[in-house]
């Protein structure tokens, strides 16, 4: 599948029960030559409403992350979701609903071929690396996805309640960048 129709068929999929309660599918957004792929668990609320992931507040800060590393959303960056749908109250998406949304992450992966793929948040995190570790177990190294480095940092979300947590992700940011640069 090309971009075109992987695009066509997330916007069609029906093969799990999230679809009918939400909007829209949010399928990513981006370079899609990226060095970097940013990966988050799943649409919220906004999300779903304007139909790219990471808008709002968790979004801004996001974007503000990614300047201070030179980087900018849509340049040399894609962004999606581990989940296209919005899960009905932002609740944990549930395993099978991941086993049916999974190919098309992959499918993007695969098409993208990125660098590095920066896993945001617990979910997303777990999600890739088939693990239940924790968040603070999972970050300081560099793992692989799919022969892919990736790098578990902190959802801007939870780093919006958290502010201590931010110098950690700015740590996770500066091993993303030099593992982009050594590949």
């Known amino acids: 599948m090309d971009w075109a129709q992987l695009r066509a068929k997330v916007a069609g999929c029906t093969d799990c029960k999230l679809r009918a309660g939400c909007s829209q599918t949010v399928f990513g957004v981006g370079d899609e030559k990226a060095q970097w792929l ?53 609740r944990d998406p549930e395993p099978d609903e991941v086993a049916k949304c999974a190919p098309h ?53 939870y780093l919006l309640r958290n502010l201590p947590d931010k110098a950690k992700a700015w740590a996770d940011l500066q091993l993303a960048k030099q593992t982009v640069a050594e590949h």
């Open 38 to 90: 940013l990966v988050g668990e799943a649409p919220g609320s906004e999300e779903d409403r304007l139909g790219d992931p990471f808008v709002g507040q968790a979004g801004k800060l996001l974007d503000n992350m990614l300047a201070a590393i030179s980087l900018h959303r849509g340049s040399n960056v894609y962004i999606a979701n581990v989940l296209k749908c919005r899960p009905p109250g932002n």
């Open 105 to 157: 992450l992959w499918r993007q992966i695969q098409l993208i071929q990125p660098k590095v793929i920066l896993a945001m948040g617990r979910f997303a995190a777990q999600t890739l690396l088939g693990s239940d570790a924790t968040i603070a177990s999972l970050r300081g190294k560099v793992h692989q996805y799919a022969g892919v480095p990736l790098v578990v940092t902190y959802h801007p979300a």
